[in-house]
């Protein structure tokens, strides 16, 4: 349960913000800080249990049948992203409150901000890959939401656009690569993947799931080739800028590659891609750091190296990186979020991120200068600091691993050193070209001045901890470290030693060489700079905008070649290409003829037959005259119930006979507003290509229907309904048992999709007004007197008896033929033949039914009786039913299908009506000149 309200916390308090927004920014922050406030309580409430080697576990049934469950874990890896994003994301939130103005809507972010906490809590916490997969996209789509905030800039529409084309790209590799694991493991639940590592890694589909897996992971982490999205996610708010590159969005893909590592990790494959990737994301990072004018575009390249430097650690594959990419993972995201967080006081107090104006702010903003100075000490491993522990422990493994391996090994710590030289460079000029390096250079705003107190707070708490870390990391990290670190490993730990001093060893100096050849860099940057200023300008965000214009160009392109607004064309392509599928799927067969000998014919059926063949020739033929051809349609309907009835299927024919005249209502009311007669159009070439497409398609069917009517059907799923329907969903029908207990769910998708349509015809129709008709095809003008008293009163006399026959067939619908279904029909045609008889104004003064309402009410109680089974530990939707006594009546059955039958009831009346009368509404009144006077 409190796993449960860790992530659900979030996504309620989503809502306080924007109720609060009207009380003021101090208000609305306060309000937003209260879920993930309660949440890290509850976090730090299971901390003993946690750090006592306890994994917790929770879990409730869903769609079993599927491996998709509502399971959630925290052990100590999860609890370490979880402690990351709580505790950060309530530094940001008090940051944010000063660094928005007035003027922008803060609720609206604040909103946003929670989503996008509550996903990532989902991710880190899942215990089943389906559901970690499906809080996977909500953090692309919160994120999309975040980035694209400040909607009226372009450069925030396109990066928020990019970031969520990659990452979302990657989350369709990975959902790929979480099925083929479910499908070698034969579960989704982590701790059986997990204990499956040698299963996985000796199966022949390992290399494709490794690599589907790690697209997912590469692309959300900004890894070397998908690393272009994350600089141009700088468009975002700074306050987002820090939460995403610090403990959320780019960090999804590292906790992935974490979590999975025993399952995955192990192999020369995983090393190659991880490893490799890792390794050039690192130093192309590092390098373009360097060179970037913009602050924040500085720090997002430092953190494309810094995620480089923790994939390449998991990569090598060794216990000791395992628990340095997990220790690094805690620093970078203390000094990172810190760096940020001054960067956004910077361009808060100047107007300006571009490092060429904003010099010499030591000055102006000397309290911010120190704290910046502390945190890109870090960011450069300078010692006494917490980075300056994690690079350590990251030269000494690619130390370790080169002497393991060949010549080519060695390769690593030159590529690491390097980079350590280029990230001491990018933090040296962070330094000195913003704080130092002269006056500042025509600032939007002058002269500077220190941000509010408060605004300070979350810069410094990150910054302390960077010193506490660095300083006294035994005392302060060490056991945090253990607990994720050994949740990551899935086993024991490997010896380490988190001193400060190790002595003088190879891994001090390579610091050694980072520290001096990044300060000889700096000093000689400006041959560096042009040279990197001659090579040819590659804007991604340009290239991936024209990508998308040639993608949206051929799609245009291909939609004018199949979509010409032709209604024929359309049914020409889709009957032919199913003429073709079926043709070539009807092909291998050795003979058409089955074993199994045809049912006799009798006269009655042939005639049925042939009349329902002749209505439907007499449509086609007549379909211009539009209102001759709907009565002969009806006559194709009724017999296609009669079909029904005569081969032993009486809740099909019930459901047709009252489907029919609904919609030959619905069709009468469209026409009335329509020409009598449809204009001919086609040529002599278009119908000879429909007259062979009709031909062909008729004998296909008669052709496949004599293939599988000649063959045995026994595919043992009509046996198992009806061996089940009695004992496992207590009734006797077993139409209706199957379509409110064993498809329940979708019956619930159908209810909800009908409910939709009928609010998207209602939306359609609101506030439309046609003109009447004025006269029939012979010219005789309309009769205005539209309620005839026979109708009217006939139709009064119905309703009750028709709404009895209603209720009737709903309570008998689980034993016998009837249900929610055909009753909501039966009391829909009632309804309307008020409607018709009497009028709409008259009808609704005396039945104030809101259908809208009705039709909510249906889908929720649909999903409510559904979810009311979760309450018994049982799957969702599971029916439960009961015989009981009564004096006098005796032994009934009550079943909690009845609730979802009335669900379904309700949506069918709500939903047909409010199409049926909304469009008898489009008329209220005839026009003034044909008024009866």
Known sequence: MELLLIVGLPFLGALLPILFERHGRLACSLATAVAPLLGLGILLWLAPRVFAGELLLVSQPWLSQLGFNLSLRLDGLAFLFALLILGIGLLVILYARYYLSEREPVGRFFAYLLLFMGAMLGVVLSENLLLMLTFWELTSLSSFLLIGFWGKRSDARKGARMALAVTGGGGLALLAGILLIGHIVGSFELSMVLAAGEQIRAHALYPLALVLVLLGAFTKSAQFPFHFWLPHAMAAPTPVSAYLHSATMVKAGVFLLARLYPALAGSDLWFYLVGLTGLATLVLGAVLALFQHDLKGLLAYSTISHLGLIVLLLGMDSQLSNVAAVFHIINHATFKASLFMAAGIIDHETGSRDMRRINGMWKYLPHTAVLAMVASSAMAGVP????????????????????????????????????????????????????????????????????????????????????????????????????????????????????????????????????????????????????????????????????????????????????????????????????????????????????????????????????????????????????????????????????????????LAQTQLVVEVVTIILLMLALFYLPSRTPRESSLPRRLRDLLLAGGCGLMVAVLAYAVLTRPYDTGIAEFFLANSISGGGGTNAVNVILVDFRGFDTLGEICVLAIAAVGIFAMLDGLRLTHPTCDPQGRRWAWAKNPLILMTLSRLLLPLALLISVFIFLRGHNLPGGGFIAGLITAVALTLQYIASGVAWVEQRLALNYQRMAGAGVLIAAVTGLGSWLFGRPFLTSAFGHFELPLVGEFELASAMLFDLGVYLTVVGASQMMLVNLGKLSLSPPASQEIH
């Open 384 to 651: 006494l600091l917490n980075g300056f522990l994690s690079k350590e422990m990251f030269f000494g493994e690619t130390l370790q691993h080169a002497l393991q391996g060949s010549l080519f090994n060695w390769a690593i710590p030159l590529a690491a050193t390097l980079a350590a030289v280029f990230s001491v460079a990018y933090s040296l000029r962070f330094i000195h070209d913003v704080f130092f390096n002269g006056e500042p250079v025509n600032l939007p705003k002058f002269p500077p001045h220190e941000p509010p107190r408060y605004m300070k707070i979350p810069v410094e708490i990150l910054v302390f901890l960077c010193l506490l870390v660095g300083m006294l990391p035994g005392y302060t990290v060490a056991p945090l470290l253990a607990v994720a670190a050994q949740a990551s490993l899935g086993g024991a730990l490997p010896a380490y030693d988190l001193a400060i001093w190790h002595g003088f060893n190879l891994p001090l100096a390579m610091s050694c060489i980072a520290l001096v050849g990044g300060i000889l860099v700096y000093v000689g940057r400006k041959p560096l700079f042009r040279a990197y200023e001659s090579l040819p300008e590659v804007d991604a965000k340009l290239v991936f905008e024209q990508q998308v214009q040639r993608l949206v160009a051929a799609a245009a392109w291909l939609t004018a070649r199949l979509e010409n607004g032709s209604l024929q064309r359309y049914l020409a392509l889709l009957l032919g290409s199913a003429l073709v599928l079926v043709g070539v799927a009807l092909a291998p067969l050795p003979q058409l003829t089955g074993a199994r000998g045809l049912s006799p014919l009798d006269p009655f059926t042939a005639l049925g037959m042939l009349v329902l063949a002749l209505s439907g020739v007499l449509t086609a033929v007549l379909h211009r005259q539009r209102l001759v051809a709907l009565l002969v349609l009806g006559v194709g309907g009724m017999l296609v119930a009669l079909a029904f009835a005569r081969f032993s299927a009486p809740d």
